[in-house]
């Protein structure tokens, strides 16, 4: 019984200071980076921006960008795929599937490998771009053709969801930035 009071002492006092009030904020340094608590509300992994707090008192940003996340996301969905081919084949011997995530995991691999480099980050977005529109035209056409909602519907969401993020991810990386003139002038 002691463990298991101690088991929970520890993990209430890793939580982070949750107030109703909105103009407290509180700060607690974890293992992953920064905790806040705003308003109630838990944040964590998020800075408070310099920027918005002489402004508008206390504003949070996010400083991840998609740049930083293709590579993983990339590395993800090559594994999904690859492990769907895999398991269509085994199930019912479907070279078809065999081949399509064969396919889709070597040119999510080469996608991973170039959006770790910038200098290669625009193509490797490409690449992504490229390979779930592939996929996500293949699962259309299969939901169509089998009017079967398992497996063509899932996978042609998550192919859909794939191409949106490397829209945004190709656009971000590629477009230059556009700069802004500073609507509240500070006094």
């Known amino acids: 019984m002691s463990s298991l009071t101690n088991t929970f002492g520890a993990a209430m006092s890793s939580l982070a200071l949750t107030l109703p009030i909105t103009s407290v904020v509180s700060v607690r340094n974890t293992k992953l980076g920064r905790s806040f608590s705003y308003g109630g509300r838990n944040w964590s992994g998020l800075t408070l ?17 998609l740049s930083e996340l293709a590579p993983a996301v990339s590395a993800t969905y090559g594994a999904l795929l690859l492990g769907g ?5 085994s199930k019912s011997g479907s070279k078809g599937s ?23 980050r625009v193509l490797g977005d490409t ?26 519907g899932p996978l042609l969401l998550l192919s859909v969801g794939m191409l949106t993020f490397f ?4 656009m971000h ?6 700069p802004v003139a500073d609507p509240l002038p500070l006094p």
């Open 49 to 65: 921006s310099e920027k918005s707090k002489s402004r508008r008192g206390y504003g949070l940003c996010c400083k991840a960008e």
């Open 85 to 89: 081919g895999l398991f269509a084949y």
């Open 98 to 120: 065999l081949f399509g995530g064969l396919t889709g995991s070597v040119l999510m691999a080469s996608a991973y490998f170039l959006t770790k480099s910038p200098e290669t």
């Open 127 to 152: 690449v992504g771009l490229g390979a779930a529109f592939l996929f996500s035209s293949v699962f259309g056409y299969r939901l169509v053709s089998t009017q079967k909602p398992v497996p063509a």
């Open 167 to 170: 829209v945004m991810a190709y």
């Open 173 to 178: 990386d590629s477009l230059p930035a556009i």
